[in-house]
DNA sequence: GACGTTTTAGACAATAGTGTCTAATTTTAC
DNA sequence: GTAAAATTAGACACTATTGTCTAAAACGTC
């Protein structure tokens, strides 16, 4: 723990000069150790050494480890959020090869959201520390996670009207949806493991699948199953 | 943190005698505080107080915190593992009345597994301390979770035979159960909330509706569409 | 190149936690 | 009732951490 190479970070790719930059680093490194050692394990030290970056500093910048934690908690749900948004608008706005437009938006949701830094980070933290900062979280909580199933809903609501979905609850629909994409990952993620594109591919295919076929009107399942027996895999 | 009231478990129910009753009193308080604060946050002095024992008697027991923290992992994996198997005994054997009778189930999964104390232990801490102590989780990962997607898989191939479902991967579709009878819980479970037991009622019930409109036979879908319009909700 | 700002390393006090030790007390077993 | 075992409170050394302070160095700007 001491005899850390501090080198990490000013290889990185953070070339911005001047005092934004170090706000950067702090940022990241904070990120990193709190992510790795919870609050109240992480020490300021700690993410000085991985920030290259003297302790002094990071008290000129956030006045205590609290204020800098909650800076570190708002900067990644910002850009959560952004990255969540952003993959909303990949939904496939027509009908036409659905199974293949879906999976790639189930698995841009993955690479994008659940699969990287700042999904892992998120679902520690909230799930550690949401309890001790309700206020904290509880922003990220509405515009967030709250906020994705409603959307995700109004889209399934549009394609349905354009597909042949049979969707009584949109709502629910969008949390089944989400859940089955998670469904062959989260244990993986649980554990703090990083799933390779060939698996998150697998099973956002296997996802769209199952939610297809629950959610496809009947008639249109005959048809369903005949492409399945010629294309099979 | 340092004046709280040292009587919550001296009036709980542990009435046996002896060091039995001490190890018993500490393994719980330990679990309490570990799940709370997490190992580094956690104090042996708060566990000490919660467990109204002396920090020494600790010591005795356990020789140090990594000790009596592997000894709570250890306590609370078992427990875990002893309900998941209960709850996997009472799955249906034959298809009667299929829907009400997943739905038992699958609450009974929710009630006794998902929303109790020791599955908030195990979420948090598993992910937490999962990557620091990976020999200490791997085992409850095999037995567990590991398991049960296994033991899932088994049973539904069994039911196959008698309902008339349509499954071609039994261990997807075991995964893609308990990701449904969790979907719509997930965020409650994230924040550490306790989800009432309507809640778990109707969320096991919508899963299951979903996963039968997913891997029921074609030929049947007709019948429980009708069946749906004669006894909606 | 000079000035003001930012950063740095290191010392520092204050606090909190771990794990040990001891001597007194309580509990248990016989 | 007595002896052995377990438990207790408290003191203790040791370490780690937070947050402050200082004087020197580096930096950016003009």
């Known amino acids: 723990m ?10 990185s790719g953070h070339t911005q000069r001047g005092q934004f930059a170090k706000r950067v680093s702090i940022l990241d490194a904070a990120a990193d ?3 790795r050692e919870g ?19 990071i ?5 205590e480890k609290e204020t800098l934690f909650m800076a570190v908690v708002q900067d990644v749900m910002d850009r959560a959020n952004a990255a969540l948004f952003s993959v909303l608008a990949t939904f496939p706005s027509n009908a036409d090869d659905l199974e293949n437009e879906l999976t790639a938006f189930a698995a841009g949701l993955m690479c994008n959201c659940s699969c990287n830094h700042d999904g892992k980070f998120l679902r520690r933290l909230v ?4 309890e001790r900062y309700p206020h904290l979280f509880e922003a990220w909580r509405k515009q967030g996670p709250g906020r994705i199933d409603a959307a995700l809903a109004a889209l399934l609501s549009r394609l349905s009207r354009q597909a042949n979905l049979d969707i009584d609850d949109f709502d629910l629909a969008a949390r089944q949806f989400l859940a089955l994409v998670n469904a062959d990952l989260q244990m993986m993620l649980l ?3 990083t799933p390779s594109d060939e698996q998150i591919q697998t099973a956002a295919r296997k996802a769209v699948q199952t939610f297809l076929r ?7 399942k005959t048809a369903a199953a005949n492409e399945k027996q010629l294309l099979p895999g």
């Open 39 to 57: 609050f109240s394990g992480a020490s300021i030290d700690e993410i000085a050494m991985e920030a290259c970056v003297s302790r002094q500093t």
């Open 127 to 130: 799930q550690t520390e949401g």
């Open 33 to 35: 150790v709190f992510c």
């Open 2 to 11: 001491k005899d850390r190479i501090p080198s990490a970070r000013k290889a």
């Open 59 to 63: 008290y000129n910048h956030y006045r």
């Open 191 to 193: 554990f703090g493991e």
């Open 214 to 220: 629950a959610y496809t009107r009947s008639s249109d």
